[in-house]
């Protein structure tokens, strides 16, 4: 026992132990801190876009260029942040440029445009508003955004076909336009070490950490979003086992910089949630997993929230078999310290489970009796329905029955006498109008047979000043006889129009002003109609 007791704590704890250094949990610390700020971060961002936006609203349409201005820092706010907004401000510059006959700034756009689209995964629209822009009319600057973002759509493009054909292609014209835009910039710049530092890894040299990234992360002064790109670049020079560590650490200073710039378009969060996942932290995966897939679907990120969606749910599925784990840990646990204690938490706790799983099956033998209740009261009240209504048309149509025979002798004795007008006069007699009128005024007593207390309970649904009874010489009028062929299951439109005559936009019209007046939405007023009992049912219940 003495031995067995210190193996089972490593059992339980030791894991935790073994898999991150005190630095790392000290960075893991602060990373869950910033995320508990992220909305203060996030509304401090906010805040300063609505500036900028009530500034714009300000200035005059005659002057673009300052709305052009404004426009491009309120896309430059959004377009690591949300990328519908971007879109929209991007196209709001677009047309400021073409006013002020400025090719630079044409161009411009078309290249933010690009970006925006690039980070949304969108490489088609990407590409296409790359075509558009042509090379030689761009200044020095805008080559070399053009060219380091047409080496990063093809960089992501290569990542993203996974192929060793169109893989090997995109990333050798990644390598090209890198260094297109590294011969064009100034030696030792951020940008300069920055693109040194891509090319290094668009052509495999990770053997050792990046002399670039390692120099722009610990000797020049980066914003939060510059240091959150560059150690997340930088992470990627740590890829053996033995570094883990290292390439944790990186991961989740630039997941920390991340929250505090409020970028949304970014990689840190999910490589950190993977690359806790795939060294056994579960918990901690699938919180920044969690977050990743959040600021995906914030932002826009149409790709990379299909690549997080193809992680989620393993993570959230093992996060789920870890928690089982730990339960059985602990059980083990107790059961080590005292076989009685265990063996009394077995018995209560299969005691309350049989008790849970009774008091389950009794709720849903109740459940179910209350259903197969429900069922058969309406096949007790279809049942009646359907008898009268048989009944009633049965006499119905044994009465028209009637009337043709004797029509048919009466025309018969015409035809053999030879009174041929007489047969215009005998055809005459008969009255539709009158005949129809028959038709709805059986038919409503048959209904209030059924439905006594329909016309009550259908005016309960409105204001009393809304209500619809029917005058001293009618039974129903035409609405409440519109409800009560619904009432009867008559809902099509066409139907009801046929049997009262009228066009099947009068009966929608009807429908919906009377609708309109209820004190309940459509579709509740639908269910209460339905809802109205027969006399049989209602004396049931």
Known sequence: MRTFLPVLLFVIFG???????SKT???????KHELTLQKVYDDKKEFHIIQLKSALSLEPASNPAARYELCNKIYEEYKTYQFDSAYVYVNKMAPLADELHEVGKQNSC?????????????????????????????????KIEYYSLKARAHSDLADYDDNVFYSKYNNGLSIKYLDSAITLLKPNSFEWMRL????????????????????????????????????????????????????????????INDIRSSTKETLASFALGDLLYHNGNIADAYIFVDHAMRDAEYYGARLRKIKIAAVLPVVAAQKLVLIEKEKNQFLIYLL?????????????????????????????????NQQLEAINGKLVENTQIKEEYIGYFFNVISGYILKLEKLKRNIDRKLLAKKHDDIQVAINEINIKKERELLFNTFDHIFLKIFPNFITAFNSLFKQEDQIWPKDN???????RIFALIRMGVTDNETIANILEYSVNTIYVYKMRIKAKALISGEQFDQKIMAIKAVEIQNKT
């Open 15 to 21: 894991h935790s132990v073994a898999t991150a250094s």
């Open 25 to 31: 949990d000290s960075l893991l610390n602060e990373l």
């Open 110 to 142: 078309k290249i933010k445009l690009s970006f925006i689209l690039l980070s949304a995964g969108m490489f088609k629209e990407a590409f296409d508003s790359f075509n558009g822009i042509n090379v030689r009319l761009l200044d020095t600057d805008s």
């Open 196 to 255: 040194q530092g891509d090319r290094q890894v668009r052509i495999g040299d990770l053997k050792s950490p990046s002399v670039y990234y390692t120099q722009l992360f610990y000797k020049y002064p980066l914003t939060n979003h510059q240091r959150a790109m560059v150690a997340t670049a930088l992470s990627s020079f740590y890829p053996k086992s033995t570094q883990v560590e290292e390439k944790m650490n990186l991961l989740i200073i630039g997941a």
């Open 336 to 368: 080590s310290i005292t076989a009685v204690s265990i063996l009394v938490l077995m018995v209560a706790f299969i005691i309350f489970n049989q008790l849970k799983r009774l008091k389950a099956k009794e709720k849903i033998i109740e459940e179910k």
């Open 474 to 480: 009618e039974v129903l009028n035409t609405d409440l």
